[in-house]
């Protein structure tokens, strides 16, 4: 028994090691927002400051870099959303020619490495004399959030009673007011984690994006683009912004879920 | 008209998937049988020469890539299944906490989050620096542009999604079975070999799926930790293509990435005996 309870504790101990290494480079993030450099680079410690949140804004690619980024991920959030959950809809709900050819497809864009699709995506465009901007960046977002849209949409919409919609429908609903007052907010919540994870990839991806962004620079391609020269303060103070939204918003969405149940 | 009901709806999806997942990939089979530059134009010429030419040219970086990969997620089994488990096992009331705080480094974006790994193990960095300061390493210390530092860069950025899916495995096992395993006098290693192991092994499977390939096609670790002697074939493919314009090359090198890694979940499954590769994936 003393064993076992040694055991436990190691394993216990185990696990908050491992929340400490992942969590520490976002510490070294948020520190380094408040570091008051005096060289190029920022790598060192050299005391603390608010400077750069007062200058957030000051260099302006990487203010049109962070604007591009949340422009793209906003109408690939609301493309894939729509398509995605047609399709969710599509496959959660009816038996038809080509379901099986679907899944297959649906696995087939999730297994595929981002690395394979960017590079497939710019053989297309460059066979076809596409230009690269940020409408190709879109359609390439849209193509690597699609899959995970369906797949929480469709889970969602497999839960779902159909005798709820019949019920709708023998009231005299129509087939558009059985949809929007009855099944779409039935499976809004897995829209909406859908949505989300489409908007997290979208301003997380750098990889596709570097293939398919032409001469549109993103807030991600920005920063590897600097690592050689030294990347700014500024860099930190938006990416804590960001983490600290992200984070208010999963546990303000937390905090609501619980209330419902 | 309700018989139309789900192609109406699937359409615009199979359109998008068809439109931007498969003719690109045919576009890109194409490209890499052809011959030819960005300047002067492509020819198609059906020689499989830019295979063996990329091969032979780059089979060290591939090798070293499939390498790296390997290691990550052997790394990420160890460190995450012991998480996994005393998380499903013991965390509980305060579950969700834990996977939350697991979930964390997500909030950063992926490429500030390898930077800071960066920061972190500078020669002279917050620690590796202050260390050396207190005399505590030698002054010719060093992590970064190193095989440790790049296998531990990937290690880092996926093992979340390892730790997930074994979770969610181990999550579902009845503890009375364990307990029924212990009634029969199995002990505890015993019970865990043959009993909770075997249950969680889906998870495991999927855990290594959804981190064996992005880890080893990845082409932003090695770029930012890993100094010139640890390129990977992502940084490869990655130059060809945007800096050399490469295209064949390049296109022939990415074909060639995707078939050993469908290769390798094959044999994968097979020797896990996975009835049913997609399924488990899926999940």
């Known amino acids: ?9 190691l394993l216990h101990l185990w696990t908050w090691l491992v929340i400490l290494w992942l969590s520490s480079p976002i510490a070294v993030m948020i520190l380094f927002g408040f570091n008051d450099k005096q060289s190029k680079s920022n790598t060192t410690w050299q005391g603390f400051t608010l400077r750069w949140y007062g200058e957030l804004f000051e260099i302006s690619d990487l203010t049109t870099a962070l604007t591009n980024t949340l422009v793209i991920a906003l109408v690939s959030t609301a493309v894939t959303v729509v398509i995605g959950t047609m399709l969710g809809l599509a496959l959660g709900r009816h038996r038809f020619r080509g379901l099986g050819a679907t899944n297959f497809l649906i696995f087939a864009a999730i297994s595929t490495p981002e690395l394979v699709m960017g590079a497939s995506l710019l053989s297309l465009f460059v066979s ?10 879109i359609v390439a977002h849209v193509l690597f959030s699609l899959s995970f849209v369906v797949v929480t949409v469709r889970a969602r919409v497999v839960g779902l009673d159909p005798s709820l919609e019949e ?8 087939a558009w007011g059985t949809f929007r007052q009855v099944t779409l907010p039935s499976i809004m919540p897995g829209v909406a984690a859908g949505a989300m994870l489409s908007f997290a990839l979208s301003i997380d991806d750098y990889v596709v994006t ?12 920005w920063i590897v683009g600097a690592v050689k020269t030294g990347i700014p303060p500024q860099v930190n103070v938006m990416g804590t912004l960001i983490f600290g939204i992200g984070v208010l918003i999963a546990i303000g969405n937390a905090i609501a879920a619980r209330r419902r149940t | 008209m309700r018989r139309l009901t789900p192609y109406l709806l699937a359409l615009p999806g199979w359109m998008w998937l068809a439109i931007f997942l498969i003719v690109p990939m045919a576009a890109m089979a194409s490209v890499s049988l052809q011959s030819g530059n960005a300047i002067d134009g492509f020819a198609m010429t059906f020689s499989v020469s830019n295979y063996s030419d990329a091969l032979g040219r780059y089979s060290t970086q591939l090798v070293r890539s499939l390498l790296y990969g390997g290691m990550a997620t052997v790394a990420m089994l160890a460190i995450g299944y012991p998480v996994a488990y005393w998380i499903a096992f013991k965390g509980g009331r305060r579950k969700s906490v834990y996977l939350f705080l697991l979930l964390l480094p997500f909030f950063v974006s992926f490429v500030l989050r390898t930077i800071s790994w960066n920061f972190l193990l500078a020669d ?27 296998v531990g860069g990937l290690t880092y950025n996926w093992l979340p999604f390892m730790i997930l899916p074994i979770y969610v495995a181990l999550e579902r096992v009845d503890p009375r079975v364990v307990e029924a395993a212990q009634d029969l006098y199995a ?11 075997p249950l969680s092994l889906p998870g495991v499977f999927a855990g290594v799926l959804m981190t064996f390939v ?12 890993g100094g010139t002697a640890n390129t990977m074939i992502g940084n490869i493919i990655q130059t060809e293509y945007l800096t050399n314009l490469d295209y ?6 990415s074909f060639t990435l995707m078939g050993v890694l469908l290769v390798g979940i094959f044999v994968y499954a097979r020797a896990l005996g996975t009835e049913n590769v997609l399924e488990a994936a899926a999940r």
Not at chain 1, 128 to 137: K, L
Not at chain 1, 210 to 221: A, D, E, K, Y
């Open chain 1, 210 to 221: 570097s293939f398919v962004n032409g001469s549109t620079v993103t807030f991600p391609l």
């Open chain 1, 1 to 9: 028994m003393r064993g076992t309870r040694m055991g436990d504790r």
């Open chain 2, 187 to 197: 002990t505890r290693t015993a019970a865990f070999r043959r009993v909770v192991l």
């Open chain 2, 214 to 225: 992005p880890a080893t096609a990845d082409p932003v670790n090695a770029a930012i930790l």
């Open chain 1, 167 to 174: 019920a709708a429908r023998d009231l005299g609903a129509t």
């Open chain 2, 248 to 253: 064949p090359t390049a296109s022939a090198l």
């Open chain 1, 128 to 137: 076809g004399n596409v230009p690269r901007d940020s409408v190709t960046i």
């Open chain 2, 124 to 150: 002279n960095g917050i620690l590796f620096g202050t260390l050396k300061g207190w005399g505590l390493l030698p002054a010719d210390f060093h992590v970064l542009a190193t095989t440790f530092a790049v």
